[in-house]
């Protein structure tokens, strides 16, 4: 597992930021009185194509796939969210940035232990 | 030489190490060091040395080939191999076509080669022919992954990639076996994505 503070905060900087981005656009591109299911589906697939270019721009600065995959995942995350409650009721752009940012922390999270845990687990698939 | 590889690199080149030399080679630089101590005394051959950023990593007094298909980027890796303490020469070739006898290098190595190789598999029993019997293949790439969602994902971003540089979504492993390689030892950096390979060449 990353430890280094450098990277440590580097992705969680990277998640947070993408992750409020998305669902500031999200809320703002589908707005409430549209169908739950359709927004979530556009929301999931709007956030993973937009955080593509932030995430190719982020790696420079925080690794490959170590920053492209968590923050594509944040996107993909925070778009589905915020649009299946931004579908229900009108909301505030703070409010939309601050569910975003928590799916991006929730990504790091979750990553961190992905990643200890196949790391672990993977060499039995591959040998 | 496959030109249209060539010319992709060629353009790489002039932003490559603004995208590649910081971030991702601070993440992978023990991995790397770690994988290039295992270079021995003989003769070693290095696919795709790009503009040089894996030179620093490699242990001193080692005789090692260094080729790309990329002039550019060979002329950026000029100042990092003449850094190198020991004896590094570099020359342009394409890794389908090497201007090598067989069984001439005692190992090879690759970093984040694979992922661009047109051929992969054509690509690692050229590889295998310029080893000698028994020779060693040391690998550090990136590769598609097994799991949801980042499967998908890696697939996106391969129909982007894949007209600048590397496939996200290629499944290495496989084609090293696929080549006649026998698998000594796979370990894992970033998920299933990032790994180290080591095979022989039997």
Known sequence: METRPYFVLGDIVS??????????????????????????????????????????????LFGAM???????????????????????????????????????????IVTYLANAFIRRRATRWTT | MDHVTRTKWD????????????????????FKRDLFSNMGNGEILFVAVGTGLDVPCFPEGRTITGIDIS??????????????????????????????????FDQVFTSCTFCSVPSPV????????????????????HTGS????????????????????????RQTVENVIAAGFTLKKVTHVYMDVVKTIHAVST
């Open chain 2, 71 to 104: 002039q550019k980027m060979l002329d950026q890796a000029t100042r990092r191999t003449n850094a190198y303490q020991g004896c590094l020469q570099l020359l342009q070739a394409d890794v389908h076509d090497m201007p090598f006898g067989d069984a001439q």
């Open chain 2, 11 to 30: 353009r790489a080149a002039v932003v490559f190490d603004l995208i590649a030399s910081y971030g991702p080679e601070k993440r992978w630089e023990a």
């Open chain 1, 66 to 108: 170590e920053t492209l995959l968590p923050v594509m995942t944040t996107g993909m995350v925070a778009g589905m969210v915020v649009t299946m409650q931004s579908s229900l009721t009108t909301m505030r752009p703070e409010e939309t940035a601050r569910i975003g940012a928590s799916c991006g922390l929730a990504v790091v």
């Open chain 2, 146 to 169: 097994r799991f949801f969602p980042f499967r998908p994902m890696m697939d996106l971003m391969t129909l982007l990639t894949r007209k600048l540089g590397p496939e996200m979504n």
């Open chain 2, 122 to 141: 054509d690509g690692l029993k050229a590889l295998k022919r310029v080893l000698k019997p028994h020779g060693e293949l040391f690998m550090f790439e």
């Open chain 1, 15 to 60: 998640n947070v930021g993408v992750g409020a981005l998305i669902g500031v656009a999200c809320a703002w591109l589908f707005p409430s009185g549209w169908n739950i299911v359709v927004t979530m589906i556009a929301g999931m697939i709007f956030g993973m194509v937009v955080s593509l270019p932030m995430a190719f721009l982020l790696s420079g």
